[in-house]
């Protein structure tokens, strides 16, 4: 079985899974530290989604952490943070970015490769600490910890940009860290782009400061771009010596009329930009929504006028009646032990998500609430769809969170408990397909199993 030709990445780490030498998805790093860092992935086709493994021994602390942060193409930019004592009663987040690229076309075997320290080496922080008494912890250290702001970018052959957007409501305005690898420093750049209306027109940007708060980075075309999904994108050209930051804000219907991540995305499917959101038919804004709440599930296309504007178009409506009705128990559920949607546990659909090679198809998550008494431990019961928007049908359906796991392991105990205080949405990812090797029976193995 080959390789799926794109994944839903899940953010949560494995930490415990086995880490065999022969894994073809295996890479090898370390951090500033020199601590060995070891990056394995399971690979699944949609709707199953596909997990990250960890090895990192050193990564035992209470502050160590370790997280997926964006993807393009053959490349996965992760997030090391951990503490560093600056003295003997004082210690500092740090973090580290390491760059996985998957195997080339030469077959070459995948890299982690460490870049450049932002924010300063442990030894400049050290020196900034003997100098100064202290390191202050700003707003954007903060929205560091939750990689809100920060994406890779890949060209032609091995050129990559990783990037990080602050945007601030002082008067010294955006501030834009590039790391290109096309520079022979491999050093982060400071640039400071102004921010124009992507079409002209006038913009309020002391409002705008004040009101931007980025959710998540999307890479497009030549472009990053930083998504607000209350108000807009900024595109920005990562290529362009002089960059600048193109608004555009979403249709007006759905401005506003969202909680974040949990019901809309900003997806590319081959080159094109898509938008899905869950809209509330009563205009109040909603974490997630059940049978008893009406919405809609709009999808909209990028596309440029005759005028070269761009605008959003409007091609696919899915009302919730008809996504409920479409949830039959023996279609959705056909074998015994899946369970059915029932109305006193709560069920709720959230998290969209857009195919990166199927324009008509989405995903959605599904779950309600788990029989915690029963099981001793908090969990959501769970499940991934995909939903045909042009055929307004359930395409195919994957159990991620069952009813019933057993006697799970501690680690997909960990795994039920984390999903069940902070679901974070899944990452569309296609390194998957510059693998040039068929796929070993190891690595068809569930989490559970291996």
């Not at 442990?122 to 700003?138: C, H, P, S, Y």
């Not at 079409?199 to 940007?205: A, E, H, I, V």
Request: aromatic letters at 12%.
């Amino acid at each position: 079985m080959a390789f799926p030709d794109w994944v839903m990445l899940d953010p949560y780490v494995f930490r415990d899974g086995p880490f065999p030498d022969d894994d073809p998805t295996a890479a090898i790093g370390h951090n500033s530290r020199g601590d060995k860092v070891g990056v394995r992935f399971l690979l699944r086709a949609p709707p199953e989604p596909s997990s990250i493994f960890l090895d990192w021994e050193a990564g035992t602390g209470d502050c160590d952490d370790f997280s997926v942060v964006a993807a393009h193409r053959d490349a996965v930019l992760f997030q090391m943070g951990y503490l560093v004592s600056l003295g003997s009663s004082n210690a500092y987040k740090a973090f580290d970015y390491l760059l996985y690229r998957a195997a080339g076309a030469g077959g070459s075997s995948p890299s982690l490769d460490l870049l450049a320290p932002f924010g300063g080496s442990v030894d400049e922080l050290k020196a900034r600490m003997e100098a100064d008494g202290l390191i202050r912890l700003t707003n954007q250290h903060l929205r560091r910890l939750k990689c809100l702001d920060i994406g890779v970018l890949c060209r032609d052959g091995e050129e990559f940009a990783v990037a990080e957007l602050q945007i601030t409501r002082s008067e010294v305005g955006p501030e834009l860290h590039v790391l290109r690898s096309s520079t022979s420093s491999r050093k982060w750049e400071l640039k400071r782009p102004p921010i124009t209306p992507a079409n002209g027109g006038s913009l309020d940007l002391e409002k705008f400061l004040w009101d931007w708060d980025a959710d998540t980075v999307i890479p497009f075309g030549s472009y990053l771009c930083w998504v607000d999904y209350c108000l807009g994108i900024l595109f920005c050209d990562m290529f362009d010596e002089n960059p600048q930051l193109h608004y555009l804000e979403f249709p007006a219907d759905v401005r506003g009329a969202c909680f974040g991540g949990c019901c809309q995305a900003v997806g590319v499917t081959n080159g094109v930009m898509k938008l899905v959101s869950l809209v509330p038919d009563d205009g109040l804004i909603a974490e997630n929504y059940t049978p008893e709440s009406g919405f809609t599930i709009v999808c909209w296309t990028l596309r440029m006028d005759e005028m070269d504007k761009m605008v959003w178009e409007k091609d696919a409506v899915l009302k919730s009646d008809h996504l409920w009705s479409m949830l039959k128990p023996d279609f959705l559920w056909p074998l015994d032990e899946f369970r059915f949607i029932t109305t006193n546990r709560f069920p709720r659909v959230q998290f969209p998500l857009i195919s990166i090679d199927d324009s008509s198809v989405i995903y959605l998550v599904l779950a309600q609430n788990g029989r915690v008494e029963e099981a001793g431990y908090n969990y959501d019961e769970t499940w991934l769809l995909a939903i045909d928007m042009s055929k307004m049908t359930l395409k195919m359906s994957f159990p991620y969170i069952e009813d019933e796991m057993g006697d799970p392991s501690p680690e997909m105990l960990a795994f039920a408990e984390d999903k069940f205080w902070r679901f974070e949405p899944f990452l569309a990812a296609d390194f998957s397909r510059h693998f040039n090797l068929r796929c070993p029976r190891h690595v068809l193995l569930k989490p559970a199993e291996a």
